[in-house]
């Protein structure tokens, strides 16, 4: 009970010499006792901003941050001691481009016909981001009822957001505008050169784009997002022109929000790079020319150059297409790592006759909507073309921020969580190294949004988001697969735990 901290410290030093290996030896001989908070001994530590691991790290987390940092801290009597043997701690991950309010399971007849399934699947979207290692999230496009059911959730990630995305009336994400506005309707900007579209009850005086940047920050939020969206090469909808787009970032500029822009052809990219855009929020995989062609063209190549030339970062979002794939190929329902995104109740949803009958009128739909040569070949060249630019993005060393879109698609592509660690696969599967894959994930995506001196390393006074892994995240991607222990605010949570609730 009234142990001296000498005789704690050697009895603790007998413990850890018994591991036995030289370096541990080492540790022990200016050993100090730590007796409040947790204590992670003995770790191998991996952050971004350091040129290679610190092995046998001890790692002090108090008051939810990262109090200190060394490679002779013990836990005393008091601290909560975590043995970090043969464990790596990295930061918690970053998704800085989520939807943590739309569905990724069921459609609007579903939820409608099945409360439960809804609620059930609810319930798991917090707990799943948390369980596939991301500690923050930012909602991209977020109606107030949706960020206060998130945030009101008992355990969920960090959560930030633009508020509601920047939307042309008539335009993607706004095809039908109701006559009086309201806070959960998309956020319209007046789009002058598409003014056929607007609607006549609205003031236009009330859609400036000052007036649409401070509708997003007066929800809080740290980013806006506009989206640039003419029809993804296949159809011909009113958008968001350069001129607008640069009077929003502006605006951004002015109450220091990061602007986002959702761009994924050649000439909205060019447009969010002429407004100078913080971050493009997609890959790039639509340009003229024959769609079923999967070379990417010189115009790509083109603004893939001037992006990195610039320093705007971008999120090459592979999954956005890739995910699309589910409607034909359901073999992600097979994957055991959904057991972890999505209740059983829900995956027993999407295997039932009804959940199939569900997803063939989604996919009949797509199939009617598509230009020859048809979905299918147009689907494969979509993923090819998102994976060839993604490659002359590595080439060209643009600075890349990790964001999965989850959920970017119907039907059930883009599980919560799940849809993360996929993003991360298809990184490393085209290429990316793995140092460049974590970093995108954490202090590049903490720097891009304005958080760096809150988040994305492990560095003493940052907040102690951190996940403890079985492996090691810069020898495998399959690491990611094996974290044992997500660190929320300095409380460690076991993955475990963090199975749906059914
Ligand atoms: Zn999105």
């Known amino acids: 009970m009234f142990m001296s901290n000498r005789v704690l410290a050697t009895s603790i030093a007998f413990v850890v010499l ?41 790692v002090v987390l108090r008051d939810g941050r990262i109090a200190e940092i060394g490679t002779n801290l013990v836990a005393g009597p008091h601290a909560r001691r975590i043995d970090g043997s043969g464990r790596f701690l990295i930061p918690g991950l970053i998704d800085s481009h989520v939807h943590a309010g739309h569905s990724a399971a069921l459609d609007d007849d579903a939820i409608y016909a099945h409360p439960e399934l809804w609620a059930a699947y609810r319930a798991q979207v917090p707990r799943a981001y948390l369980a596939f290692g991301f500690t923050s999230i930012v909602d991209l496009d977020v109606a107030p009822i949706d960020q206060a059911w998130f945030e009101g959730t008992p355990l969920h990630p960090r959560f930030y957001s633009c508020g509601r995305g920047i939307k042309v ?73 350069t001129e607008t787009l640069q009077k929003i970032r502006a605006a951004a500029r002015e109450r220091k929000l990061v602007l986002m822009v959702h761009a994924n052809s050649v000439d909205s ?7 100078h855009a913080d971050i493009i929020a997609h890959g790039l995989w639509v340009w003229p020319g024959d769609f079923g062609n999967s070379v990417p063209s010189p115009g790509a190549s083109n603004v893939i150059a001037l992006a990195a030339r610039a320093g705007t970062h971008v999120q090459p979002t592979l999954q956005t297409v890739a995910g699309e794939r589910a409607m034909i190929d359901p073999s992600l329902l097979d994957d055991p790592r959904l057991a972890m995104a999505l209740p059983k109740a829900i995956i027993a949803y999407l295997r039932s006759a009804e959940g199939v009958k569900a997803r063939t009128a989604l996919l009949n739909e797509y ?32 600075s890349l921020v990790f964001g999965s879109d989850t959920p970017g698609v119907d039907s059930f592509g883009n599980p919560p969580g799940l849809n ?4 991360l696969q298809n990184w490393a599967d085209a290429g990316a190294p793995l140092a460049l894959i974590l970093r995108s994930a954490t202090l590049d995506n903490a720097t891009a949004l304005g958080l760096s001196h809150e988040l994305g390393s492990i560095e003493v006074g940052k907040r102690a988001d951190l996940l403890m892994l079985k492996d090691n995240p810069l020898v495998t991607v399959s690491a990611y697969d094996l974290i044992e222990t997500t660190f929320l605010n300095g409380e460690p949570i076991a993955v475990e735990g963090l199975r749906p609730h059914d």
């Open 269 to 275: 990219w060019q447009s969010a790079l002429n407004a």
């Open 18 to 58: 018994n591991v036995g290996t030289a370096a541990n030896a080492q540790r022990i001989v200016d050993q100090r006792i730590v007796d409040q908070g947790v204590v992670i001994e003995n770790v191998t530590l991996i952050s971004p901003e350091r040129p290679a691991p610190l092995l046998h790290a001890d």
């Open 420 to 423: 993360g660690r996929l993003e």
């Open 367 to 398: 199939r009617k909507a598509s230009p020859s040569p048809g979905f299918e070949p147009l689907l494969k060249a979509a993923m090819e073309r998102t994976r060839a630019t993604f490659k002359i993005m590595l080439q060209d060393h643009v």
């Open 169 to 241: 009336a008539g335009g993607y994400m706004a095809f039908n505008v109701p006559p009086t506005s309201s806070p959960n309707f998309p956020n319209l900007v007046y789009e002058p050169k598409e003014m056929d579209h607007w609607p006549k009850s609205l003031e236009i005086g009330d859609y400036t784009p000052e007036r649409a940047v401070s509708r997003a920050a007066d929800t809080g939020a740290i980013c806006v997002k506009a989206f640039v969206e003419s029809g993804f090469g296949t159809f011909n909808w009113p958008y968001l022109h």
